[in-house]
Every structure is written in C-alpha cells, then in structure tokens.
C-alpha cells in the first residue's frame, strides 16, 4: 500500500459509538444552516477498491470538515477516514482524537515530518481515507492557482499505490436565505510509483486538477441549476419566524401543502 512499513506512527483510534452520534450530528447541524447540501452528479469517484485514498480539497470556510463527514457518508461510507489538524485545536477539542484525526504543528520540521510519518500509516491500512484541506488556511475559492502546501506533493512523492481525489467546494447563496454547499470531484490522479514525480510535480499536478475542478463547479454555481447536482443533505428553507408561521396557517386553512422556499423548490 505504501512505500515501506511506517514505525513509531499512531494511527488514531477511531470510537465508531462516538463518530456515529458525531455523524448524526454533523448532518442535522447542516440541515439547520444550509439550504442543502449538493454533489455534482458528474464526475463520480474511481473504485479504488481497497488502495488508500487521499481526498484533497480547497478551504473555503469553517463548513469544510463537516461537509466532508457529509460526503463520507454518503459516498464512503465502507471506508475509514482520518485527517490531520492543527496541534493546538486539537488540544481544545480533544474528542476530535478519537473521531479519526491527529494532531500536526503547523510551520515547523518537526510538524512536516509527523504528518508525513503519521499520514503513511494511515495509508497502509485496508481501505484508508486521508482527507487534507491542502491549503493550510481559509481561502476564497476563486484563489487561482489554489495554493497548495507541500506537504501532498511529500505525500505522493512517497507512496506506491494510492489514489488522490481534487475535491471542489463552494457555498453560495442561491434563493434562499441560507447557503448551498456545492461539492464537485475533480479527475483523479493515480499513484502508482510516487518516486517517479519529484515532490513538487507532485504538488503542482494535483494543484492542477483542483483548481480545474474549482473552475467547473464555479461555473455551475452561476448557473443556479440544481437538477446538476444530487443533493445530499436537504436543509431549511423559507424566511423563518412571523411570516413562515403565516404561510403555513393559511396553507393549512385552504387544505394545501407549504413550500416554504423563497424559489418554490424545497432541497
């Protein structure tokens, strides 16, 4: 699966009663606070079958992580997923741990090193995900090219069977008073001996296909078309409060069903 067995590493352990209520969770608080929750139908990931996948993705707010959790359940769900975070937020959210990620320092040789070494272990395991929001810091997606750390191209430069999967997301608001989160796949790109690359080839190749697949799914933002997109998370629409409660008194009174969203096209 890897380049070579990885010592002195920790896996996370992973407490499946915890990250299914965390999971629960997850999907209802997304439900509260974004209109829905979209995939692109077009293009759908590879079957990678049991390779390791490292799924890469832009980092345009603080929904990222929970959109992921979103996603893998929805789309990996016979899969393990793990992903690195800063040290010291994971020092203030310790419970973080033993949903699948580990803690990096971020700036520093040491940090650099202990993703690397703790990343690859990951990957050696049966049917392992590695999702890494590779720009390191919040960024607006038109941000041409993305940015991306090295630390992926490292990655690459050291595994020999793996995929890596660009991972677009964007969330704006349509015509509703909350947000879509729109996610799209860009094309994958196959590792098949990672010392064929250097590190920075590495990088700059899969900082290619994210920004192609950003571009894509900007396009299809602007279009405002959700028959593109398969929803996987429905969420709240409608204005809320006094005038909400209005339309659905008189609905009821006339005997009719509500569609409380602004456009007429509940998620």
Request: proline share 7%; aromatic share 8%; hydrophobic share 45%.
């Amino acid at each position: 699966m890897s380049a070579s067995p990885v010592h002195n590493a920790e896996v996370p352990r992973v407490s499946k009663p915890l990250l299914a209520w965390f999971s629960r969770y997850a999907r209802g608080y997304c439900r509260k606070h974004l209109h829905a929750v979209r995939l692109v139908r077009e293009p759908q990931p590879p079957d990678g079958g049991a390779r390791p996948l490292i799924v890469v993705l832009n980092h345009p707010s603080w929904w990222d992580p929970l959109l992921g959790l979103a996603l893998a359940g929805a789309r990996f769900a016979d899969r393990e997923h793990y992903a690195p975070i800063d040290a010291d937020a994971l020092g203030k959210y310790a419970f973080l741990g033993k949903l699948g990620l580990f803690p990096v320092e971020r700036g520093t040789a040491r940090g650099a090193a202990s993703f690397l070494r703790t990343s690859r272990a990951v990957l050696a395991r049966p049917r392992a995900t590695l999702w890494i929001t590779a720009q390191g810091h919040f960024a607006d997606p038109r941000l041409r090219p993305p940015g991306l750390q090295a630390g992926v191209g490292r990655l690459a430069h050291r595994l020999d069977d793996a995929w890596i999967l660009p991972l677009a997301v964007e969330l704006p608001f349509w015509e509703e008073r909350t947000p879509e989160a729109l996610l799209r796949f860009g094309d994958p790109v196959r590792i098949e001996r990672g010392g064929a690359l250097t590190a920075e080839a590495w990088t700059t190749l899969v900082e290619e296909r994210l920004g192609a697949a950003q571009d894509a799914l900007a396009d299809l933002a602007l279009q405002r078309d959700a028959g593109a997109f398969e929803t996987i998370l429905g969420g709240r629409s409608g204005i809320g409060g006094v005038y909400d409660a209005w339309r659905r008194l008189r609905a009821r009174f006339r005997g009719e069903r509500l569609d409380a969203s602004h456009g007429g096209k509940a998620p």
